[in-house]
C-alpha cells in the first residue's frame, strides 16, 4: 500500500511512518505544505526561526520556506528514547535537565567548577573556625573570675565563639553534606 | 548490571557515621560528669577531644539525620521517575 500521510501534519508523527520512507515522506511534507497553505508575500525568504521540529496534531502555522538541501536536525529520523532512558539509572535520570553540551559524561561534571570548589572552601572553613573559636572560648573560660568583673573584648568575643561556634559547625558540614548531594544529582554512569 | 551512584553509597555512610558518631560521642562525654574526689586531670589530649566531642554532638546529630532524610527523599523521587516511565512506556 502506497504510504498517504495527511499533508496537514508532519508525516514523522502519523501512523505508517518509517525512517526509510523519509525521502517520500519530505516530499509529501513539501508538497503539502506548497500547496495547503499559501505564502505570505512579507515573509518570503525569511529564514525559519528554530529547528525544534513541529509538535504532532499541531498545523502548521504559516508556509515559511523550508530549506530542502540543509540537513535539518528535524529531518533526522527519531531513535527510540526508550531504550536510551532505561539504560541509566534512576539516580542518573534527575541530571538530565541540567546537562550542558561539553561537559564530560563520566564522573561528576562539576569537578573544575570555581564555584563549587569555593564551596567546597567556605564548607571547611566554618567547621574549622567552629572547632578554633569553641575551644579557645573554652581555654580562656577560667582566665579571669566571672563575677564582678565588667565586660571586656575578650568577654564579648567569648561569648560570641560561644554563640557562632555550634551554627558555625553545623553549616560547614550541611554545606559538605549539600555539595555531595549535588555530586551524586549530577552523576552519570561512566560509557 | 546496573551500576549504583557511588556519592549515594557515600552519602548513606556519612549520614550514618555522623548519627552513630554523635551519639556515641555524646556516650563518652558523659563518663567524665561527676568524677569522684581526687580524680586526676585526664590530660590536654582528652581535654581537646571533650572539647571536640562537645562541639560536634550536636551539629552531627542534625546534619546526620538531614542527610539521611535528604537521602530517603532523593530515593522517593527517584522511584518515582521510574514509576512514571514504566506506566508511560508499558
Known amino acids: 500500500m502506497a504510504e498517504s500521510f495527511d499533508p496537514r501534519f508532519d508525516p514523522r508523527f502519523q501512523p505508517g511512518y518509517s525512517p526509510s520512507s523519509k525521502s517520500a515522506s519530505r516530499a509529501d511534507r513539501r508538497t503539502a505544505e506548497n500547496e495547503t497553505v499559501p505564502e505570505k508575500p512579507g515573509e518570503q525568504g525569511k529564514p525559519k526561526e528554530s529547528g525544534v521540529p513541529d509538535e504532532p496534531g499541531k498545523p502548521k502555522k504559516s508556509g515559511v520556506p523550508v530549506e530542502p538541501e540543509t540537513p535539518k536536525k528535524s529531518d533526522v529520523p527519531d531513535e527510540p528514547e526508550t531504550s536510551k532512558k532505561s539504560d541509566i539509572p534512576d539516580e542518573a535520570d534527575e541530571s538530565k535537565e541540567s546537562d550542558e553540551p561539553g561537559e564530560p559524561d563520566s564522573g561528576s561534571p562539576d569537578e573544575h567548577d570555581p564555584f563549587e570548589r569555593t564551596l567546597w572552601v567556605v564548607a571547611i572553613a566554618l567547621v574549622v573556625g567552629g572547632v578554633v573559636a569553641a575551644y579557645w572560648a573554652n581555654g580562656i573560660n577560667y582566665a579571669q573570675s566571672a563575677i564582678g568583673t565588667p565586660w571586656t573584648w575578650q568577654s564579648i568575643v567569648q561569648s560570641s565563639g560561644w554563640a557562632l561556634s555550634s551554627p558555625m559547625i553545623t553549616i560547614g558540614l550541611a554545606l559538605a553534606v549539600g555539595l555531595l548531594f549535588r555530586r551524586a544529582m549530577t552523576w552519570r554512569p561512566p560509557k | ?90
Open chain 2, 1 to 90: 548490571m546496573r551500576k549504583r551512584n557511588p556519592w549515594i553509597g557515600l552519602l548513606w555512610g556519612i549520614g550514618i557515621a555522623l548519627v552513630a558518631g554523635g551519639y556515641a560521642a555524646n556516650f563518652w562525654l558523659q563518663t567524665f560528669y561527676y568524677p569522684p574526689p581526687g580524680t586526676p586531670s585526664p590530660g590536654p589530649v582528652v581535654v581537646f577531644l571533650q572539647d571536640l566531642a562537645d562541639n560536634f554532638v550536636s551539629p552531627s546529630l542534625y546534619v546526620g539525620f538531614g542527610t539521611i532524610a535528604g537521602l530517603l527523599f532523593l530515593h522517593a523521587r527517584s522511584r518515582k521517575r521510574t514509576k512514571k516511565s514504566v506506566d508511560s512506556h508499558g
